[in-house]
């Protein structure tokens, strides 16, 4: 039997119409579910439903470690997304113009798989001109702000985190994957935490201001550098999610990009996985 659930991420409210076992696949995101949600407008709504292919033509595709997702369009031009896992679609995602309407089709193969990506995906995009951004970031809270750590897979932003958490006393990990970033209009950011976490359970539906925000590159040593202007514009790029060939998507993430460029402080470890690295980190951006 379906029915529907609202959810709220970062004061982003989305519904889901889905059968009973796949709720079951959602309790990462129970800590988010609002259950008088009807009162409050979505900015999107799926349906989780069974059934046919989705013909398409591809426009591109990611691969990370066997996960490939691929973008492309109907043959009247709506947005669709085809999630494959060891070579194995788990689900087509078939969005409106403007992704505030989508279906999701699953094929029974890697259900959870095709949910939390659809979700994300529809979550980045129908939210990119709201001040909104969804990163690719492990951030911890200490004090009452969270920082964030970025860099290209493998990395060590996880490794990172836990060095705080280890060594710098107060650290907590407010998300090891995915959390939520929105600038307001005075250019003060907050980080929320999200239902995506990647391979760390951590869905806690908390958020703090954004004290800063730290890119990592590994290193024979550590050393520790602010990052200003376009240094700090181009840090930040890669690691927010969004469809970039599309003109709205990327103006808005434009705009929130460089919003947190101005006005949220901007580092660049170059560094070890050890503890002088996060006492460095620490002392330099925590103030």
Known sequence: ???TKFYKVADVVFAVTAFDNDFELMKNYEPFVIPDGKQESSVFQINVQEGDAIAYTEEMRQDDEGQVIVCGKTNDGKPVFEFIWANETAGWLLGSQDYKQATLVV???YR???????LMILYALSTAELGVALFHSSTVSFGDKAYMFLGVSGTGKSTHSSLWLKYIEGTELLNDDNPVVRVFDDGHATVYGSPWSGKTPCYRNLSYPLGGIVLL???????????KGIHAYVALVPSISGKRWDKRIADGLHKTENAL??????WHLECLPDEAAAQLCHKNIVR
């Open 1 to 3: 039997m379906c029915k």
């Open 107 to 109: 094929t029974g193969r």
């Open 112 to 118: 959870k798989l095709a949910i939390d990506n659809a």
């Open 217 to 227: 590159s590994q290193a024979p040593y550590n050393k520790i550098q602010r990052l």
């Open 261 to 266: 460029a101005m006005n949220i402080p901007t």
